[in-house]
């Protein structure tokens, strides 16, 4: 890998990996759920808040673990499956039999945003190196969890398209996003929706694959700076902290799409 390649996969994934723990130490801040992992159907749950624990140290590990790239492949598969069941089993029901206005695209953004996380596990899981040594004594859940690495990129791009065509349905909410020291708004958040869709079909059909995806990471990365960061300063604990969280997914998004502008594939290294 060229150096140039292998700082800026090490970035997206640390990028990735710090989104993971924030989120983590953010649950076990207000005891409770991010709403982009659960939805608030099951409040009711006996014990709800111990099992909220429970997976903010799995994140927190799991975010540590990527960043210090300690058996961070087998982590992120891990992770990539719990939170794509955390999307199928969790999201879905509750915005299909639940939430009356499933029909408006715009109540589905948590979902999506854990459909793009999830991908994001395993597009970091297969940006790591297969060792192949002892490979029978590797788990029957990550032998099946590797299945699912070819299917994190576009896992992310369905976010990403769905986000950029969000922009065209909600386009004066989404203006209001833009920081008030820019000009022409709503143009903007056009050519924001425009990049963020072109970006998920590039992405998918791997055309420009490189390009696309450093692209769309450098964009991301800017909202992170220029848009999220002031907003969760000047309000970090209004709904329960949700302007944070926006924050740190941002920068969780860009690291992904970093990761994919190497390109992932399932090298083997020999041991």
């Known amino acids: 890998m060229h150096t140039i390649d ?3 996969v090490k ?3 640390s990028f990735y990996g710090i989104c993971m723990a924030a989120l983590g130490i953010q649950q076990l801040f207000y005891a409770s759920f991010r709403s982009v992992f659960l939805p608030p159907w099951p409040a009711g ?12 140290a799995t994140l927190i590990v799991a975010g540590v673990a990527i960043i210090v790239e300690k058996k961070a492949r087998p982590v992120a598969l891990v992770l990539g499956g719990l ?11 509750y915005m299909i039999f639940v939430n009356p206005y499933s029909s408006h695209l715009g109540v589905w953004t948590d979902p999506f945003k854990a459909l793009a996380l999830s991908g994001g596990a395993f597009a970091v899981a297969g940006s790591f190196p297969e060792v192949r040594a002892n490979t029978g004594d590797e788990s029957s859940l990550i ?13 992310f791009s369905i976010t990403m398209i769905t986000f950029g065509i969000d922009h065209f349905l909600y386009a004066e909410a989404v203006a209001k996003l ?8 709503i143009f903007w958040t056009y050519f924001a929706g425009v990049a963020l869709i072109g970006a998920g079909v590039g992405i998918i059909t791997r055309i420009k694959l490189r390009v696309v995806g450093m692209l769309l990471g450098t964009m991301i990365f800017l909202w992170f700076v220029f848009l999220h960061i ?11 902290g949700n302007e944070v969280t926006s924050a740190f997914e941002a920068l969780g998004f860009s690291g992904i799409a970093f990761v994919l502008a190497y390109g992932v594939q399932r090298r083997e290294k020999l041991s």
């Open 6 to 8: 292998e700082g800026l």
């Open 178 to 185: 833009v920081p008030a020291w820019i000009p022409g708004h």
């Open 230 to 240: 002031p907003r969760a300063i000047a309000d970090p604990f209004v709904g329960k």
């Open 11 to 13: 970035a997206g994934r």
């Open 83 to 93: 939170l794509l069941v955390f999307f199928g089993l969790c999201h879905v029901p």
């Open 143 to 155: 032998r099946l969890l590797k299945l699912f690495i070819p299917f994190g990129a576009v896992f």
């Open 45 to 56: 749950v006996p014990g709800l808040t111990a099992w909220s624990y429970l997976a903010s």
